[in-house]
Nanobody
Framework: QVQLAESGGGLVQVGGSLRLSCAAS????????LAWFRQALGKERALVAA????????TYADSVKGRFIISRDDALNTAYLQMNLLKPEDTAVYYC?????????????????????WGQGTQVTVSS
């Protein structure tokens, strides 16, 4: 099975940018559909963005559309979340997740229960 490890979180000012990375080991990332979730203090874990196994299809939460970009580089066994124009409400722990997809073109965006593999999370704090 795959192991996932996020990195790239930190403290950033409003309007700034961060790029999160999700490095996979144990199995090729190309076997999986991927997603980024986030969980703010006292709130449920929520989908931020998802990408299909073949990288062609992406899905975004309405709150991040136009600001965040999910991508994957299967040659490097790494997925990314580019976060721009950050807002205080983006403050959360961000998690990378993977699932064995039925379709190579589909994203899985109904929620955390669709994903079997998770990283440990990385904290993103946006200060005003």
């Amino acid at each position: 099975q795959v192991q996932l490890a996020e990195s790239g979180g930190g403290l950033v000012q409003v309007g700034g940018s961060l790029r999160l990375s999700c490095a996979a080991s144990g199995r090729a990332l190309s076997s999986y559909a991927l997603a980024w979730f986030r969980q703010a203090l006292g709130k449920e874990r929520a989908l931020v963005a998802a990408i299909s196994r073949n990288g062609v299809t992406t899905t975004y939460a309405d709150s991040v559309k136009g600001r965040f970009i999910i991508s994957r580089d299967d040659a490097l066994n790494t997925a990314y979340l580019q976060m721009n124009l950050l807002k205080p409400e983006d403050t959360a722990v961000y998690y990378c997740a993977a699932t064995n997809p039925v379709s190579s073109r589909a994203t899985y965006s109904r929620g955390p229960s669709q994903y079997e593999y998770w990283g440990q999370g990385t904290q993103v704090t946006v200060s005003s």
